[in-house]
């Protein structure tokens, strides 16, 4: 069960980039009726409160001090796009459901497109958001992100009904990131019951209300990291004993399963009769943001073609670490992720 190289000898980057550097796709079209074509392999990807990302890649982050912009570059962000970006890197079957609308709408619309995979977008009257991201060559990052516009009764009635419709061709339903102003907080407690009524499998990548009040509806997989697992239990993870507690404990709460992201650290992962330590090995990081995404994005992939949870789970580690030694918001593609699958390390907690 465990993978080779379980010792954390740190691993060279030459190697890993030569393996292929997947940045923004900025080639391809996406047709939202190809996903017509799509058997029970898909996986629907939801994201409630998309935006323009503005990426800044800077010499140095520093207080009182000049920085430098190395690159400057936009893409279409979004947890749930995130996911379906690796997903389709991966040769994996994705849709990518989400919101568009205001005067961004056609610039999102258009870097959503160039990724390659289907999307659906549902309309809404006001303005996507625009979020900003600033990594530098020591690996130090910051984003901000604005809350999102406010929709109305009929904009979440529209992309629910976008969602179960597309539900019966599904195999795993996604439900990605923040719910912006106007979405109840048990919105995807809603789509995690419906999804069930399809036997679709549902992993839930949340925080906050929607992380608490969708748990209890028992989606397959809940995947928070630890500052969202801490807000949730209310209580600070520290050691490798809470991390371990932590997993079970959310699973208590109502998810079949648990994937409790680390960081560098790799993860904890808890089902009903087991729990598995995943440690990834010692690699120079260079821009964690994203690699969270990543994460939750190849475990729902491997789980797709019908891996073992720990072996999801591995594959998981495998591409957030492989993630955050890219620069700037970008995802390593399959060939980068097994180079680094061979490295980690999965083993039962007893």
């Known amino acids: 069960m465990a993978g080779t190289g379980a010792s954390r000898e740190k691993l060279s980057p030459s190697a890993f980039f030569r393996a292929g550097f997947c940045r923004v796709a900025r080639t391809g079209t996406s047709d939202s009726g190809g996903a017509r074509e799509y058997n029970r392999e898909l ?22 001090d000049r920085a430098y912009i190395l690159d400057t570059f936009q893409s279409a962000g979004g947890r749930g796009i995130n996911a379906s970006r690796v997903i389709h890197s991966f040769g994996g079957k994705t849709l990518a459901v989400t919101f568009s609308g205001g005067e961004g709408a056609g610039e999102f619309e258009k870097l959503l497109r160039s990724y390659g995979f289907p999307c659906e977008f549902v309309a809404m009257k006001n303005a996507i958001r625009h979020n900003l991201s600033i990594t530098d060559r020591q690996g130090l990052s910051v984003k901000l992100n604005e809350r999102g516009p406010e929709l109305s009764r009929a904009e979440v009635k529209g992309i629910e009904d976008a969602i179960r419709r597309r539900l019966p061709k599904a ?10 102003p106007g979405v109840p907080s048990e919105f995807y407690s809603r789509l995690v019951h419906a999804a069930r009524e399809q036997k679709v499998r549902t992993l839930l990548d949340t925080d906050s ?20 697992a801490e807000r949730l239990l209310g209580r600070a993870l520290l050691t490798r004993s809470h991390f371990v507690e932590a ?5 208590e709460m109502g998810a079949e399963s648990v994937v409790l992201s680390l960081g560098a650290r790799g993860a904890v992962g808890a089902t009903e009769d087991r729990v598995f330590e995943c440690v990834p090995p010692r ?11 990543a994460l939750a994005a190849a475990f729902a992939w491997a789980t797709s073609k019908g891996k073992a949870f720990y072996d ?17 918001i970008s995802f390593a593609s399959l060939e980068q992720t097994k180079a680094i699958y061979r490295h980690v390390d999965v083993r039962p907690v007893s």
């Open 283 to 293: 690699v120079e990081a260079v821009c964690p943001i994203g690699a969270g995404d």
């Open 171 to 180: 195999k795993v339903l996604m439900l990605c990131g923040s719910l912006p």
């Open 312 to 328: 999801a789970l591995r594959w998981g580690v495998a591409a957030g670490t492989a993630s955050a030694m890219l620069p700037g």
């Open 247 to 251: 997993a079970q404990r959310i699973r």
């Open 43 to 64: 996986i629907i990807s939801v994201t409630l409160n998309p935006a323009i990302d503005q990426n800044i890649a800077a010499d140095q982050l520093v207080f009182e």
């Open 209 to 228: 209300d929607p992380l608490t009040l969708s748990i209890e509806a028992g989606p397959t997989v809940v995947t928070p990291n630890q500052s969202e």
